[in-house]
């Protein structure tokens, strides 16, 4: 069973920055993939960005550019940096971690907020 902390989320204005964090209980280096989601209000929950054990990452184009997906094994910690904030990116941002059985676990959310 792997748990999930999500951290960092607020309120931000347009053009500023956040990190968000996700504290992994167990090894970070031990786990296929940890990934952050977010979903706006009326709208699916969607993939932004993931690392994998290898060292890869994968940015989809809404975080291409302005978002750095980064992890920090000695703190078992993955991060979301996130720049140029736009109001679009509000919404609820939700850490995922994939184990090598293939399930899958996620955390409860922490609240982003672009707005002036």
């Known amino acids: 069973q792997v748990q999930l902390v999500e951290s960092g989320g607020g309120l931000v204005q347009p053009g500023g920055s956040l990190r968000l964090s996700c504290l992994v209980s167990?090894?970070?280096?031990?786990?296929?993939?940890v990934g952050w989601y977010r979903q706006a209000p009326g709208k699916e929950r969607e993939l932004v960005a993931d690392t994998f054990r290898d060292g890869g990452t994968h940015y989809t184009e809404t975080a291409r550019g302005r978002f750095t997906i980064s992890r920090d094994s000695a703190k078992n910690t993955v991060y979301l940096q996130m720049n140029s904030l736009k109001p679009e990116d509000t919404g609820v941002y939700y850490c995922n971690a994939e184990d090598d059985d293939d399930y899958t676990y996620w955390g409860q959310g922490t609240q982003v907020t672009v707005s002036s």
């Open positions: 167990t090894s970070v280096s031990s786990i296929f993939a």
